[in-house]
């Protein structure tokens, strides 16, 4: 079971595959939003890969603090954050970035062009395009373990970093807790309640069998699936909101696993690059989240080096707390900053 619940956690939850890149580009044609984000003010497609290929940005407003972000996946649209500009408000420039093989950029078949090295020196060339330096990066979940990697590198451009539900070691850390989440939702579900124990306790049996679709993991997964969304993704009532909505619906998780990548990112060891990391970091953290909440203090000891390490954990928060406890989230990420800046800003952050 808990091999089963990191597969899907790993990627992005609310993704669709697409396992071919005639699919992608079919739903492309036939997508308006894909049009509207081609064409919207401030899109700038970047050259990376010796110009060989291209990458979606789009830069919005004009203030003096500079913030990238990287969003999660691998696979997801940056369209999850398209909330940032409301919240943050006008003391802000914000670079949104679609990485390479997302729903805006470029899609190569070729799988050997997905490494860890390579993305890490797309944001740089992304960096260089917008001419940011000082400036902040912020991501989320897999944006985050890329952020690290970037930020060992050349974190000499940081001005801040803002690591939101990161999961470096998923293997010792995540899959217990994951399988203690989704015990406790069997345990709401009166057919299922009976395996709840046994998922705690790590037994296997036909509820852990997924061979086919009338297997007893199927039939349990059918039911408990939608419940672990809605407790520990985003905590929502519906409708969803579009922008979210849209990050599932243009999510390419399925295709760069099928490339391999996730292969590539569940063996790297990203605490060999956050322990590099000497810049001002702040991790956020979310109450419901699929992470514990104790995860971040172990993060921050790693840290040894780094004397400016905060956490914040979003009280009514889950994986996407950006969304579902949004206030509380960018205030922390404004504290962050304003205190990162030492009160030097011109505009009163919110606080």
Not at 12 to 19: A, G, N
Not at 110 to 130: C, H, I, M, T, W
Request: hydrophobic content about 35%.
């Amino acid at each position: 079971m808990t091999k089963y619940l990191i597969l899907l956690l790993c990627v992005f939850i609310f993704q669709e595959s697409f396992s071919q890149k005639l699919e992608l580009e079919t739903k492309r044609m036939n997508d308006s939003s894909y049009f509207s984000a081609m064409k919207a003010d401030g899109v700038r497609m970047v050259d990376i890969r010796n110009k060989k290929y291209k990458v979606w940005t789009k830069k919005n407003g004009t203030g003096k603090i500079k913030l990238l972000l990287l969003h999660g996946g691998p696979g997801t649209s940056p369209e999850y954050f398209y909330n940032f500009p409301s919240e943050l408000g006008k003391d802000y420039t914000i670079v949104f970035y679609s990485q390479l093989v997302t729903y805006f950029s470029d899609v190569p078949s070729d799988s050997a062009l997905y490494s860890l090295d390579s993305f890490v020196n797309d944001v740089e060339e992304v960096r260089k395009s917008q001419g940011l330096d000082q400036f902040y990066l912020l991501r989320h979940s897999w944006g985050s373990q890329l952020a690290q990697a970037y930020a060992a590198k050349f974190q000499k451009h940081i001005k801040g970093l803002v690591l939101c539900n990161n999961i470096n070691e998923k293997d010792e850390v995540i899959d217990d807790y994951q399988s203690l989440l989704y015990a406790d939702i069997l345990d709401s579900i009166p057919t299922f309640k009976k395996y709840a124990d046994s998922l705690r306790f790590g037994f296997s049996g036909k509820f852990t069998n997924f061979n086919d679709a009338n297997a007893l993991g199927n039939q349990i997964r059918k039911v408990a699936w939608p419940v672990m969304i809605k407790r520990h993704y985003a905590r929502i009532s519906d409708p969803m909101p579009t922008y979210l909505k849209r990050s599932k619906e243009h999510s390419t998780g399925g295709m760069m696993s099928e490339l391999g990548f996730m292969k590539k990112i569940n063996a790297t060891d990203f605490n060999e690059y956050l322990v590099q990391i000497t810049i001002p970091t702040l991790f956020i953290g979310s109450k419901y989240d699929f992470i514990p909440p104790h995860y971040y203090v172990k993060m921050r000891n790693r840290m040894s080096i780094n004397e400016k390490v905060d956490i914040y954990i979003c009280p009514n928060g889950s994986h996407f707390a950006m969304w579902d406890d949004s206030k509380l989230f960018f205030n922390a990420l404004n504290k962050f900053i304003l205190k990162t800046e030492g009160n030097r800003i011109d505009a009163q952050l919110n606080n």
